[in-house]
């Protein structure tokens, strides 16, 4: 009986100390991810924010991810937002000037942009309601 005490009294304090292990854990990592975020900030001010937009042809909502995620890949891309209206795509970027990246980014997953065209093979391989070519 005592021994039984004595086990669930041990169990109590493996499960306390366990919680705080994890407790102090979680507060590791917020800390940790709040110095990366100060850091980011901080570089994001040292490097100036620029805007841009370059017309992307295309129709559709799958046309839209598709174009915001090759912005997206590249380096430095901060935000990429496509209008299917007015065909703009608006970028938000650090660093030098993005928009030739961005648009071989873009025509080599299927959507002409300026001097930048897709080519066949990548132009076929979009969905029907993609292609956007009479
Ligand atoms: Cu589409």
Same mark, same amino acid.
Request: hydrophobic residues 60%.
């Given at each position: 009986m005592k021994t039984k005490v004595v086990a669930i009294m041990i169990n109590c304090i493996f499960a306390v100390s366990a919680n705080l292990l994890s407790a102090q854990n979680a507060a590791h990592d917020m800390n940790g991810h709040n110095m990366n975020m100060n850091q980011a900030s901080k570089s994001a001010k040292q490097a100036a924010v620029k805007t841009d937009s370059v017309k992307v042809m295309g129709n559709c909502s799958q046309c839209k991810t598709r174009i915001e995620k090759a912005a997206m890949s !590249?380096?430095? !891309?901060?935000s990429a937002n496509w209008d299917k209206q007015s065909k703009l795509l608006y970028l938000v970027y650090t660093g030098d000037k993005k928009t030739t990246e961005v648009q071989k980014a873009v025509a080599k997953v299927g959507h002409d942009t300026g001097p930048y065209k897709a080519t066949k093979e990548a132009y076929n391989a979009l969905p029907g309601c993609c292609q956007y070519r009479d």
């Open positions: !590249v380096i430095g !891309v901060k």
